[in-house]
């Protein structure tokens, strides 16, 4: 199988679960392939360089194990400004042409969307 295909596995519950080939593990003493999968965690969509939507599933993961420090800062009277530090996030899913820097995943449904802006992807 190759590289990024998603697969729907029916767990142990009958419930429909989709993972990705994430990469074949090569072990020659093994014998059997031994496929190293990831459970897909997100479904997102996002407006292509086509000017249309794309939609496919995803796998997010970012910097759980550092605590999300937020920087209050107060300008004299002001508005307070507020600003997320550390809060890189990633998401692992099949290649698509339709990617493009600076395009918006959104995440979930209404009204608890969350937007993902694209600063670099890797193919």
């Known amino acids: 199988m190759p590289n990024g295909t998603l697969l729907e596995i029916v767990d142990k519950d009958n419930m429909k679960q989709t993972w990705m080939v994430y990469y074949l593990e090569n072990i020659e003493a093994s014998g059997y392939n031994r496929y190293i999968m990831l459970k897909m965690t997100h479904f997102i969509k996002w407006l292509g360089r086509d000017e249309k939507w794309h ?18 800062r107060s300008r004299s009277r002001m508005d307070a400004l507020y600003a997320e530090n550390l809060k890189s996030s990633f998401f692992i899913c099949p290649s698509n042409e339709f990617i493009k820097k600076d395009c918006y995943f959104i995440v979930g449904q209404k009204p608890f969307q969350e937007y993902y802006r694209v600063t670099g992807y890797d193919l």
Do not use: F, P, R, S
């Open 55 to 72: 939609y496919t599933h995803a796998y997010l993961y970012g910097q759980e194990d550092n605590m999300l420090k937020d920087e209050i």
